[in-house]
Nanobody, 115 residues
């Protein structure tokens, strides 16, 4: 059974940093594409960053240069380092992967950027 568990969210001031973790079980993250998505208040879910099985990273335009996605194969975990956070980054952040044609999501972790 594939499970994704996000952690690391919280309250941070504008300009601050957070690192989110997505711990996977039932799947090897190095063998599939894994992404971070977010859904802010009254907004649609959007792609934040994705790392492919081959280690290629892609980012949404609003986070380029501020966020970095990485992967620890030994820990079977995908990370999202978020720097220079802005109030508009406030959202629930979700981890996602696909396996044999099925889509898997974690329950999300809330990030609030506010002074």
């Amino acid at each position: 059974q594939v499970q994704l568990v996000e952690s690391g969210g919280g309250l941070v001031q504008p300009g601050g940093s957070l690192r989110l973790s997505c711990a996977a079980s039932g799947i090897t993250v190095s063998s599939t594409d894994t992404g971070w998505y977010r859904q802010g208040p009254r907004k649609q879910r959007e792609l934040v960053a994705i790392i492919t099985a081959g280690g290629i990273s892609n980012y949404g335009d609003s986070v380029k240069g501020r966020f970095a996605i990485s992967r620890d194969n030994a820990e079977n975990t995908v990370y999202l380092q978020m720097n220079n956070l802005k109030p508009e980054d406030t959202a629930v952040y979700y981890c996602n992967t696909q396996f044999f044609g099925s889509d898997y999501w974690g329950k999300g972790t809330l990030v609030t950027v506010s002074s």
